[in-house]
């Protein structure tokens, strides 16, 4: 172990010049420390997976997604986003079990400057309409068992709904809306401090609440779990001097996307070290 413990530790590895470098800045009026280095945005985040563009991102039963055809897939979403008038701000929902669509509505979603709404999959009719009017949505990414919940409500409702792995009467199936979308990611600017998220508390006590968070917000949570890493590193570099593992990074998705630990600690820590999940 170094001399000086943590403290000394943590100063060496975010002093100015270093990867997890931290600095001060002013935020809505409250000082924040950030991170120097962190992307500008999710879409940078999700760039970033191209490092390893032909390696195994994300597994789903029999179905396998490299790095670049996520990102792929995600520009398509981004691009015919775009052309159904969603703009930087807007709310999009996605109510889904963890399919692969998820990971990619969210990045197409985030990539634009949209709002990705994640949805408890688990909510009733009730509680889906809650949150479809709670959050103000434009447009929603729902599967069959959402939209079965929502048949009771279709009079009330006034929303474009895309249908994930089916195709009921009066909604647009997935493979139609992102048929002739273009593979080229936009690049339309998306400023640091933009929403990026909602995603709703569990409602124990009243209804659930809408809970928002910047891309600057997620990206630094992401760096301050990976400067942890670093700092352990410099404080047992005998650790750190361990033999590079023969496999590769994976990990099993074992919560709903739509909470934190799935969606922050799970999918988009993934694309930095390109973890197949």
Not at 120 to 144: M, P, Q, R, T
């Amino acid at each position: 172990m170094v001399q000086g413990g943590l403290d000394a530790a943590i100063a060496a590895v975010t002093e100015s010049g270093q990867p997890y470098a931290t600095e001060t800045r002013t935020i809505d009026g409250v000082d924040f420390v950030v991170f120097s280095n962190a992307p500008d945005n999710l879409r940078e985040l999700y760039r970033q997976g191209l490092q390893h563009a032909d390696r195994v991102f994300f597994v789903y039963q029999d179905e396998r997604f490299t790095y670049q055809e996520a990102w792929e897939e995600a520009a398509r979403v981004g691009n015919q986003l775009k052309d159904a008038g969603i703009k930087t701000g807007d709310r999009v929902g996605i109510s889904l079990r963890n399919y692969p669509e998820w990971i990619f509505a969210f990045m197409g979603i985030t990539s634009i400057g949209a709002v990705a709404v994640a949805m408890n999959a688990w909510w009733s009719g009730e509680e889906i309409v809650y949150g479809i009017e709670d959050s103000g949505l434009k447009l929603l990414f729902a599967d069959e068992e959402r939209i079965e919940r929502l048949r009771p409500y279709d009079d009330k409702l006034n929303i474009q709904t895309i249908a994930v792995r089916c195709q009921p009467e009066g909604y647009i199936p997935w493979d139609q809306f992102v048929e002739n979308g273009s593979r080229l990611m936009p690049e339309e600017p998306v400023p640091t401090d933009t929403n990026a998220t909602i995603l709703y508390t569990s409602g124990s006590t009243a209804h659930p609440k809408g809970v928002l968070s910047s891309h600057r917000a997620i990206l630094n949570a992401l760096m301050c779990w990976e400067c942890g890493g670093a700092i352990g590193a410099y404080m047992f570099p005998q650790a750190a001097a361990a033999p590079t593992p023969l496999y590769l990074p994976a990990t099993i998705l074992t919560v709903p996307l739509f909470h934190v630990t799935g969606l922050v600690v799970q999918f988009l820590q993934s694309f930095k070290p390109g973890r197949k999940l």
